[in-house]
């Protein structure tokens, strides 16, 4: 319970920290936040995180596009220009969470593909021990 109480503390503590560097959402930041969400839905992208540095990177290969997403920079490189813009803290919140469970999605994905192959292979091992 106490624990409880310092991580709630702690958390209002960064979030008053942030919101007085808090910098103004405008259109460009919209349109930043509206690709970096698009990013995320199309199915060639590849999806990097540096949990050291916090940086997560969306790496799409056809379009030459990369985006960086760390601390309150939002960057945004394709293979003419690059485009940083300081987001809000709950904005970068917002993109982090969604980063984060497009991630952990792509894991659960992998680990199902990964035990059904194994399973599979099992399988005909086990047939081959009872011929």
């Not at 259109?27 to 698009?38: E, L, P, V, Y």
Request: hydrophobic share 40%; aromatic share 10%; glycine share 2%.
């Amino acid at each position: 319970m106490v624990m409880k109480k310092l991580k709630i503390k702690a958390i209002r503590l960064w979030r008053n920290f942030y919101n007085l560097n808090d910098t103004n959402t405008t259109d460009s930041h919209n349109t930043a936040a509206c690709i970096f969400r698009k990013a995320l839905r199309d199915r060639s992208v590849e999806l990097v995180i540096m949990p050291i540095l916090n940086k997560r990177i969306i790496k799409i290969e056809k379009k030459g596009l990369f985006i960086v997403l760390q601390h309150s920079l939002l960057e945004i490189t394709n293979h003419k220009y690059s485009y940083h813009l300081e987001i809000s803290y709950n904005m970068y919140i917002k993109l982090s969470r969604i980063f984060d469970q497009k991630l952990e999605y792509n894991y659960k994905i992998e680990e199902e593909m990964i035990n059904e192959q194994l399973n599979g292979g099992l399988k005909k091992v086990l047939d081959l021990f009872n011929k």
